[in-house]
């Protein structure tokens, strides 16, 4: 048996063995692992299918492309990250459903951005697992995740502006990590430098090495050191406009000298933090 015909062997309630692609007619193995089981519930028979095993390796995504079309329109389908034993109700969580539904809402501020993709499918097939879920779980009906879900479904207007506060709630979030992590590397800066941070620029410290002297050494944060004197002497060299890249400097080459980089091996250094040490 091929593995088109396990897949199909699946969908119809039989067993069935082709390559590394198995199925009793309940439950469907990728290798040894859960990627799609059958339920009967209130009379007919509900799928649920792991996302995850496809990602497991080119087999697994050819695998789950055969299950995906075997599919009849009349199937009911719901894609989840893992499948788990017991009742249908004990796998399809309140948990699940909150990811289901953040899923969902992601596509619509995908869809609210796209200039020329169109999610509309994907939107449709959340929108109907959700009411699958809702169907055949036990969702807690008093929960907030579950009151975001009516708003969606009964004022197809809210869409908009639950999708407007989580772009606005997902700017503000990347603002407050972004400012807390440039007060963090300026502490780190003063701490090695023992001098005030001078910069303003987030970038100016997190994407380049900083400088301090020590004895007779020029130091950087990545803990390379070299000759002070060496360093003056090319520093000089490049502040007079003369091409250094290729010169050594210890053990490490110049691979770039403009007025926006330099570049010693893999130690990128900004000018200005050249001119604030050497200077």
């Known amino acids: 048996m091929n593995n088109r015909q396990v897949a199909h062997s699946f969908v ?4 069935g063995v082709g390559s590394n692609f198995s199925t009793d ?21 509900i799928i649920l299918v792991s996302d995850r095993i496809r990602k ?9 492309g055969h299950l995906v079309a075997s599919f ?9 990250d893992e499948i788990s034993n017991g009742y249908i109700e004990d796998v399809l969580t309140l948990d699940m459903f909150k990811i289901k539904l953040n899923e969902l809402i992601e ?28 169907k055949y779980s036990k969702i807690d009906k008093r929960s907030s995740t579950y009151k975001t879900y009516l708003k969606i479904i009964e004022d197809k207007e809210n869409i908009a502006e639950i999708t407007n506060k989580a772009i606005e709630s997902e700017k503000k979030e990347k603002k407050r990590i972004a400012k807390a992590n440039f007060e963090a590397n300026k502490k780190r800066f ?3 430098t023992k001098t ?12 380049y090495n900083w400088l301090k002297i020590e004895d007779n050494y020029l130091k950087t944060n990545s803990h390379i050191k070299v000759d002070l004197e060496s360093a003056k002497s090319l520093y000089k060299l490049y502040k007079w406009g003369k091409n250094i890249v290729g010169c050594m400097i ?9 007025k926006e980089l330099v570049q010693i091996g893999c130690h990128k250094i900004l000018p200005k933090e050249l001119d604030r040490v050497l200077g």
Not at 12 to 15: A, L, M, P, R, V
Not at 29 to 45: L, T, V
Not at 72 to 80: A, K, L, R, W
Not at 118 to 125: H, Q, V
């Open 190 to 192: 003063e701490k090695f």
């Open 107 to 134: 596509l619509y501020k995908k869809q609210s951005r796209a200039r020329k993709t169109d999610y509309s499918y994907w939107i449709n097939r959340e929108l109907k697992e959700l009411e699958l879920f809702i």
């Open 250 to 258: 210890g053990q490490y080459t110049i691979l770039k000298a403009n």
């Open 72 to 80: 009849n329109p009349t199937d009911e389908v719901i894609y989840i």
């Open 25 to 45: 007619g309940r439950t469907l193995y990728s290798y040894s692992s859960i990627m799609a089981r059958k339920y009967h519930k209130n009379g007919k028979d």
């Open 12 to 15: 119809y309630g039989n067993s």
């Open 196 to 207: 005030k941070c001078p910069y303003s620029k987030p970038s100016d410290i997190s994407d």
């Open 56 to 64: 497991y390796s080119n087999t697994s995504q050819k695998h789950h």
